[in-house]
């Protein structure tokens, strides 16, 4: 009886994707810049406390520090990438590739998720969900 219409929303969508990923790329860039200083903050107070302590207790603690930073700086290069990648995704959308640019954006976006990067992983998701569900007159080419 009554027969749902989708609308395109690939345009919404498409500019959702691109924001998120320019976001997560800056972010990243400026957790890096970040981590770089508190890394050489850290490490230098911890080898300080590492030569005062007899037992040995500031070389651990100099491990986890270095693991940490270790920890935040692997997450903000796989952003940087995946940031690069969303962008990749919004010039599929707007080529006329919308459900696969969708696809890409909604993996990109859960990738931006698990790395913390929580504004721009759902933005780049609400993005990809719009692209993917969307009916545009290119997708059915």
Same mark, same amino acid.
């Given at each position: 009886?009554?027969?749902s219409?989708r609308?395109?929303?690939?345009?919404l969508?498409?500019l959702?994707?691109?924001?998120?990923?320019?976001?997560?790329?800056?972010?990243?860039?400026?957790?890096?810049?970040?981590?770089f200083?508190?890394?050489?903050?850290?490490?230098?107070?911890?080898?300080?406390?590492?030569?005062?302590?007899?037992?040995?207790?500031?070389?651990?603690?100099?491990?986890?520090?270095?693991?940490?930073?270790?920890f935040?700086? =692997?997450?903000? $290069?796989? #952003?940087? !990438?995946v /940031? +690069?990648v969303?962008?990749? @995704?919004y010039?599929?959308?707007?080529?006329?590739?919308?459900?696969?640019?969708?696809?890409?954006?909604i993996?990109?976006?859960?990738?931006?998720?698990?790395?913390?990067?929580? =504004?721009?992983? $759902?933005? #780049?998701? !609400?993005g /990809? +969900?719009?692209?993917?569900? @969307?009916?545009?007159?290119?997708?059915?080419?």
């Amino acid at each position: 009886m009554f027969k749902s219409e989708r609308k395109d929303c690939s345009i919404l969508g498409s500019l959702l994707i691109l924001i998120g990923g320019i976001l997560a790329i800056i972010s990243s860039l400026s957790r890096l810049i970040f981590t770089f200083f508190l890394r050489r903050v850290m490490l230098r107070g911890v080898e300080t406390s590492a030569a005062m302590d007899r037992w040995g207790r500031g070389l651990m603690a100099s491990h986890m520090a270095r693991g940490i930073l270790g920890f935040a700086f =692997i997450g903000a $290069i796989i #952003t940087i !990438i995946v /940031g +690069i990648v969303a962008v990749y @995704s919004y010039t599929k959308v707007k080529g006329g590739s919308v459900k696969n640019g969708g696809l890409i954006a909604i993996i990109v976006a859960i990738m931006m998720l698990v790395t913390t990067h929580w =504004i721009a992983g $759902i933005l #780049t998701l !609400i993005g /990809g +969900i719009l692209c993917y569900t @969307s009916e545009s007159a290119t997708s059915n080419l």
